[in-house]
């Protein structure tokens, strides 16, 4: 993928989609370095909502990180955060069962995030990992808040390197969400 010109996604909705280390989130986080750098956008009128698990590796592949990885200044923005951790659900599982209390796990913690954001939208709305929330969560929630915001800019996995024996019913209902997702932004792009 080469370098967006990130002008043209000021004051409008995009969201990046890909597989796993595809640069989703680096992009991300330049276009927070973007906001803040070149367009001189207040930090506290950014939120940004990181759903994604702390960065690891598994079997070989890249999995998570957060988009303060990738720019440290992205700190002074509004990063509406939740305690603890996000769980990476089908690769911290040993079964369906393990699998469906990480998703709960992630959906409680995401869903107060986004709440907190709902009750005071800014301006420019950040979402590092959206299917996290989205194997739980409502699409239409989900572009509710989207609009609340004048600038969005968010990615999810879209992918198949992460499953496992237990994960397909899962693994098909991330994707078919994530479509309908990109139905509904203006701008999408895929990273792979």
């Avoid at 592949?61 to 996000?86: P, T």
């Avoid at 599982?93 to 796990?105: E, L």
């Avoid at 699409?139 to 808040?145: D, E, M, V």
């Amino acid at each position: 993928m080469e370098e967006l010109d990130f002008e043209k996604y000021f004051g409008h909705r995009t969201l990046l989609y890909g597989e796993t280390n595809t640069g989703k989130t680096y992009y991300t986080a330049k276009f927070v370095q973007y906001l803040l750098e070149i367009k001189k956008i207040t930090p506290e009128d950014i939120s940004i909502l990181d759903f994604a698990p702390k960065l690891a590796y598994f079997n070989n592949l890249k999995i998570g990180g957060r988009i303060q990885d990738y720019y440290e200044n992205s700190v002074k923005c509004n990063n509406i955060n939740f305690k603890g951790d996000i769980i990476p659900p089908r690769l911290k599982a040993k079964n369906k069962n393990d699998m469906y209390n990480n998703i709960c796990h992630n959906f409680n913690k995401i869903y107060e995030i986004i709440e907190i954001y709902n009750i005071s939208p800014t301006p420019v709305l950040i979402i590092n990992d959206i299917s996290l929330y989205l194997h739980l969560g409502s699409t239409r929630y989900l572009i509710n808040t989207i609009n609340k915001s004048n600038t969005f800019f968010g990615n999810s996995y879209y992918g198949s390197s992460i499953s496992s024996k237990f994960s397909k019913l899962i693994s098909i209902k991330e994707k078919r969400k994530v479509e309908s997702l990109l139905k509904n932004v203006e701008n999408s792009f895929t990273t792979t």
